[in-house]
């Protein structure tokens, strides 16, 4: 069941460059996208999210935009930092009131390079 | 800031045997989920809780499995006849139902390993 797909295992990124990771979905239900980082041994820490009625959200160096047509939606970190470097995954739900599961992508490896 | 906490870090179990794993929300929140997330493999969802009863359960959450809030603050889920493939770790997840745009917020994990 590859409802959200990662298709980019891992991705390597000079400091002060953007970073950009990217997912794709099938399910024309979802209503409400999400980015979580994960670092090791601790649970994914939640980055950014958007609700399909938009087309782009950002918060600070974290941008998020959705093309709903295309089925995709991407990551942007500009400037990337050394801390940045964590397992990111993209999630989708059908509600954006919390209270229905999230479908996970694969993840994404993001190692910064000083 | 709230966090979601998780007890224990680490469970090692013999197959067969019964385990539970613990999880205190953050306060104000509703909605209580359990993930597992096998190694080298995604995230997935088992079962969402709300006003003390299941919401919604994935097939993986199967006869073996029950969730609990017995008070106010923890949120289990148990385990009753573990199995190798039940080897994985265990997220627990949480959020708030009051407006819109509310992400789950989770724990760190319990990494369950049946012998």
């Known amino acids: 069941d590859q409802q959200v797909k990662q298709n980019s295992p891992s991705l390597s990124v000079q400091e002060g460059r953007i970073s950009i990771l990217n997912c794709d979905y099938t399910n024309s239900m979802f209503d409400y996208f999400l980015w979580y980082k994960k670092y090791p041994a601790e649970g994914p820490t939640f980055l950014i999210s958007i609700s399909s009625i938009k087309d782009k959200n950002e918060d600070g160096r974290f941008t998020v935009f959705l093309n709903k047509s295309a089925k995709h939606l991407s990551l942007h970190i500009v400037p990337s930092q050394p801390g940045d470097s964590a397992v990111y995954f993209c999630?989708?739900?059908?509600?954006?009131?919390?209270?229905?599961?999230?479908?996970f992508g694969t993840g994404t490896r993001l190692t910064i390079i000083p | 800031e709230p966090e979601v906490t998780q007890t224990p870090s680490h469970q090692v179990t013999q197959m067969g045997q019964e385990v539970i794993l613990r999880c205190v929300p953050i306060s104000n929140h509703l909605y209580f989920y359990w993930y597992r997330q096998i190694l080298g493999q995604k995230v997935e969802f088992l079962v969402s809780f709300y006003n003390n009863e299941i919401s919604e359960k994935s097939e993986i959450f199967d006869d073996q499995f029950s969730v609990e809030r017995p008070d106010g603050s923890n949120f289990t889920l148990k385990i009753r006849s573990t199995k190798l493939e039940d080897s994985a770790m265990y997220f627990c997840a949480s959020s708030s139902h009051t407006i819109s745009n509310q992400p789950q917020h989770f724990g760190d994990g319990t990494r369950l390993s049946i012998l």
């Open positions: 999630a989708a739900s059908g509600s954006n009131f919390g209270n229905e599961k999230l479908t």
